[in-house]
T-cell receptor, first 111, second 116 residues
Framework: GEDVEQSLFLSVREGDSSVINCTYT??????LYWYKQEPGAGLQLLTY?????DMKQDQRLTVLLNKKDKHLSLRIADTQTGDSAIYFC???????????FGKGTMLLVSP | SQTIHQWPATLVQPVGSPLSLECTVE??????LYWYRQAAGRGLQLLFY??????ISSEVPQNLSASRPQDRQFILSSKKLLLSDSGFYLC???????????????FGPGTRLTVL
């Protein structure tokens, strides 16, 4: 089955850019997602990208997809302390009802 | 717009007691519904999902069960809780495949369960 891997921890200073990386194994994956989880809360959908796209930008967020390497990244520009959270990568396939989630990357933003 | 509710928000239960967690979705019809557990290690474990009333798929064998008595209601139950059932339980919904081209899932606020 699909396997999704993420680094567990990332620490940056306020104002810097953050890059969170994710790799997956199934080249048939069609939809790739980034979710954000703040302490004690549910997961909030940040953005998603279709497999026929290379890049998607949404305000401070930029998603890059390298299908050849099966690598997905989330760049947060001008990172703020409010961006401190756990970020989950998830992948899905057209026609299937379930997603496969990574274990999450904890982003810590220091002032 | 669609909203998803979970209750209770927190629960402390003794070992061996029963459990019932409820999830309801508003503003959509015939959603796919999901139960996840998030333990201390942070990863999400898919427990059950449902594509329609009375249709439940179990991903992990355990002492938990799920039911979908109504289109937008999903219930997670146990007859006898174990210490290992402690965790953060998340419910999610997605549009049915007949209605959407993506599998985007939208999560509820979660229930924190502590089994003592």
């Amino acid at each position: 089955g699909e396997d999704v891997e993420q680094s567990l921890f990332l620490s940056v200073r306020e104002g810097d850019s953050s890059v969170i990386n994710c790799t997956y194994t199934d080249s048939s994956s069609t939809y790739l997602y980034w979710y954000k989880q703040e302490p004690g809360a549910g997961l909030q959908l940040l953005t998603y990208i279709f497999s026929n796209m290379d890049m998607k930008q949404d305000q401070r967020l930029t998603v890059l997809l390298n299908k050849k390497d099966k690598h997905l990244s989330l760049r947060i520009a001008d990172t703020q302390t409010g961006d401190s959270a756990i970020y989950f990568c998830a992948v899905g396939m057209s026609g299937y009802s379930t997603l496969t989630f990574g274990k999450g990357t904890m982003l810590l933003v220091s002032p | 717009s669609q909203t998803i509710h979970q209750w209770p928000a927190t629960l402390v239960q003794p070992v061996g007691s029963p459990l019932s967690l409820e999830c309801t979705v508003e503003g959509t019809s015939n959603p796919n519904l999901y139960w996840y557990r998030q333990a201390a290690g942070r990863g999400l474990q898919l427990l059950f999902y449902s594509v329609g009333i009375g249709q439940i798929s179990s991903e992990v064998p355990q002492n938990l069960s799920a039911s979908r008595p109504q289109d937008r209601q999903f219930i997670l139950s146990s007859k006898k809780l174990l210490l290992s059932d402690s965790g953060f339980y998340l419910c999610a919904w997605s549009p049915s495949l007949a209605r959407a081209n993506t599998d985007t899932q939208y999560f509820g606020p979660g229930t924190r369960l502590t089994v003592l």
